[in-house]
């Protein structure tokens, strides 16, 4: 009986270890967004309506803040297509157990004609600075990655919102329409 009680306990340190918060690689500290903790049995996704610009929201299981700072269309870039860019971050909790791999990957943006659009692997100079990371990069309990992430905008729709969306955690998103 004793045992148990001990394993329930390591349990219930291990659950409040991985709670927390982070702060910027830039020394600026993201704003918290405060809401009640959700009713049993409701699901942990964003309201319709989004995240605020700015905001922080829990995403990718609660391994991570996940922010959008902003969104700018239309960017010069190269010819033959219309670019939008939108400065992002991504921070690893301080209390995550494990380092979390980051990239344009999970980061989407979709359109007010239904389209879901990937980040484009495109590099021009004319683009806003720094550009967020383009292949995977470790990041440690606490550490951020901040930067833009282009878009080359489909010609039947306008962008809606930006998306947070890694594999086999619901999305995240914010509104720029």
Not at 126 to 131: A, D, I, K
Request: glycine share 12%; proline share 12%.
């Amino acid at each position: 009986m004793g045992r148990v009680r001990l394993a329930g306990a390591a349990l219930a340190l291990l659950g409040a270890l991985v709670a927390g918060c982070a702060t910027t690689t830039e020394g600026v500290p993201p704003t918290t967004v405060r809401s009640s903790p959700p009713a049993p049995g409701a699901t942990a996704s964003p309201t319709p309506s989004g995240v605020p610009l700015g905001h922080p929201a829990q995403a990718d299981n609660g391994q991570v803040q996940a922010t959008v700072f902003g969104y700018r269309e239309p960017l010069t870039g190269p010819a033959g297509s219309a670019w939008g860019g939108a400065d992002v971050q991504v921070c690893v909790q301080k209390t995550t157990i494990f380092d979390v791999s980051v990239s344009r990957g999970p980061w989407q943006l979709a359109t007010s004609g239904g389209h879901v659009v990937t980040p484009t692997q495109v590099s021009d100079d004319r683009f806003p600075q720094p550009p967020y990371p383009t292949d995977h990069r470790r990041l440690h309990p606490g550490d951020c990655a901040r930067g833009w992430i282009v878009f080359a905008l489909p010609a039947d729709g306008r962008a809606a919102a930006v998306q947070y969306a890694p594999t086999g955690a619901p999305p995240v998103r914010w509104n720029v329409a």
